[in-house]
Nanobody, 125 residues
Framework: QVQLVESGGGLVQAGGSLRLSCTAS????????VGWFRQTPGKDREFVAT????????YYADSVKGRFTISRDNTKNTVYLQMNSLKPEDTAVYYC??????????????????WGQGTQVTVSS
């Protein structure tokens, strides 16, 4: 069974950048769509960005469009989330997951696997 591990989070000032990594172990996820999600205390987990199996199709939440970029390197079994121009409201635990459905404008993606530990991103003002 494929397990996904998130890394790359940290503390950054507003306007800064971070790159998150989602690495698969115990298998490969190159045939799978993969998405990044985030969650803050007391709120539901929300979709951030998704990519199809080869990175040719991507979707972004309106709140991150133009600032975040999702990409993948299937040779490394890794999906990335490059986050630029970070804002305090981006503070959250970020998770990755494989997807049943990629999602589309106005239609959220459908996560397929179990959730990992996530990686904390904190943006100070």
């Amino acid at each position: 069974q494929v397990q996904l591990v998130e890394s790359g989070g940290g503390l950054v000032q507003a306007g800064g950048s971070l790159r998150l990594s989602c690495t698969a172990s115990g298998g490969i996820f190159s045939p799978s769509a993969v998405g990044w999600f985030r969650q803050t205390p007391g709120k539901d987990r929300e979709f951030v960005a998704t990519t199809n199996w080869n990175g040719g199709t991507t979707y972004y939440a309106d709140s991150v469009k133009g600032r975040f970029t999702i990409s993948r390197d299937n040779t490394k079994n890794t999906v990335y989330l490059q986050m630029n121009s970070l804002k305090p409201e981006d503070t959250a635990v970020y998770y990755c997951n494989t997807l049943y459905t990629l999602g589309a404008t106005g239609i959220p993606p459908t996560p397929a696997g179990s959730w990992g530990q996530g990686t904390q991103v904190t943006v100070s003002s």
